[in-house]
Structures are given as structure tokens and as C-alpha cells.
Nanobody
Framework: QVQLVESGGGLVQAGGSLRLSCAAS????????MGWFRQAPGKEREFVAA????????YYAGSVKGRFTISRDNAKNTVNLQMNSLKPEDTAVYYC?????????????????WGQGTQVTVSS
């Protein structure tokens, strides 16, 4: 089992920045892919970014590429999402997830473990 706890959400004006963190516990993550997803009211959960814990390769959704950066901290067992140039359409609940696959995949249903989510609200 892997436990995931997100933090860092909040309210920010358009153009601002937020940094989300996901603290993982319960198992070493050397063979996992860690992902960030988001879900806005009335919409399906969508992929945002992912990183392979081993090697550090990353992948981003087109809507956030160039604005968001995913990273990992091996010492703290955390995955971070730095979000810059935020837009009102980035408003959603953001979830951290872990997947035991070798390759980075984007469908939410593939991911095995999920955090409880953290709200990000971007005002115009």
C-alpha cells in the first residue's frame, strides 16, 4: 500500500504561482510512476503531469506544458508540482496518484493509489 497526501493548494490570482506537494509513505517508490491529475466541477478527471521515480523522465498535458513543472525529492519521498502563469481554467481539485507501471501512462483508471486532493482556485 502507498499513502499519498497532497498539500499546497489555495486561491491565487491569474498569472500567479502555486506549488503543490505530494507526500508518499508506505512503500519505496523506486518502480513507480507518480502523476498529478485534476478535476473541475462537472468535468472528468484529467491528466496533468507525471514523472518516473526512477530516472526522472517526465510528461505533461499540452494545456500545462511550459507552465507547470513536476519534480521529485528522493530524500523527502515527495513529488512536487510547480504551477506558474496560472489561468482561471486551471481551477480544479488536484490529485496525486501512483502507478506501478514501468512507462508513463495518462488514463486515471490505470493509477493504483490516490491522495484525497487539494483545491486550486485561480481568480480572474
Amino acid at each position: 500500500q502507498v499513502q499519498l497526501v497532497e498539500s499546497g493548494g489555495g486561491l491565487v490570482q491569474a498569472g500567479g504561482s502555486l506549488r503543490l506537494s505530494c507526500a508518499a509513505s508506505g512503500r519505496t517508490l523506486g518502480s513507480y510512476v507518480m502523476g498529478w491529475f485534476r478535476q473541475a466541477p462537472g468535468k472528468e478527471r484529467e491528466f496533468v503531469a507525471a514523472i518516473r521515480w526512477s530516472g526522472g523522465s517526465t510528461y505533461y498535458a499540452g494545456s500545462v506544458k511550459g507552465r507547470f513543472t513536476i519534480s521529485r525529492d528522493n530524500a523527502k519521498n515527495t513529488v512536487n508540482l510547480q504551477m506558474n502563469s496560472l489561468k482561471p481554467e486551471d481551477t480544479a481539485v488536484y490529485y496525486c496518484a501512483a502507478d506501478r507501471s514501468i512507462a508513463i501512462v495518462t488514463p486515471p483508471k490505470v493509477y493504483d493509489y490516490w491522495g484525497q486532493g487539494t483545491q486550486v482556485t485561480v481568480s480572474s
